[in-house]
């Protein structure tokens, strides 16, 4: 799979899951308060930190062959763990709850999607451990492309949730959605993690 289409594809399959990001971006989507806004803080916060990771953590393990490999075996491993929580998440779907007061102002706004996207234990791991890792073996052009789907995959999620939650937020308190598209987003990931192995012991 081409760098840039492996970015956007492990990217969307990391943002579409359940998670403060998308339910507050939702929220401010159905209340149709600063929405958009919402969209951007989040998605420039995950740019940032997309961006450490690939060409932070992701570079600094490129610099040493053992380091590609221990960072794209751990971020293989991540993934695996990802998609079998996925699966196992599918059993027992959940939805996305977005009852509650929204924020009011635009500095609100701002400082909330920056709790929710640079205090969350989760986005910081998936964002600079999990993709920085899985960019570790590309080369330089290779992660420049990586990194631009995978930004790509985070403004598209936020942008399309904040424009068009009217039209999802139905389908996405349904539990039956999300076991589908938990069951999906574990395919996805075990289907890359097995890519990153093969590279691996191929010697590519």
Known sequence: MPPFLRGLTLGLSLIVAIGPQNAFVLRQGLTRRYGLLAALACSLADT???????????ALLA????????????????????????????????????????AQTPGTILVTAAAFSLLNPHAILDTVVLIGGASAGLGSAGRTAFLLGT?????????????LAGRLAPLMRSPRAWQVLDVLIGVVMWTIAAGLIRGVFSGG
């Not at 940032?48 to 992701?58: C, D, E, N, Q, S």
């Not at 960072?71 to 059993?91: D, E, I, M, V």
């Not at 930004?151 to 424009?163: D, E, G, K, N, Q």
């Open 48 to 58: 940032a930190l997309i961006t450490f990771g690939v060409l932070g953590v992701g």
């Open 63 to 102: 610099r040493s062959p053992a380091l590609v490999t221990l960072g794209t075996l751990a971020g293989a491993s991540f993934l695996l763990w990802y998609g079998w929580r996925s699966f196992r998440s599918a059993r027992h779907p959940g939805t996305l709850q977005t009852e509650g007061q929204a």
């Open 151 to 163: 930004v790509l995959a985070s403004w598209t999620w936020f942008f399309a949730l904040a424009l």
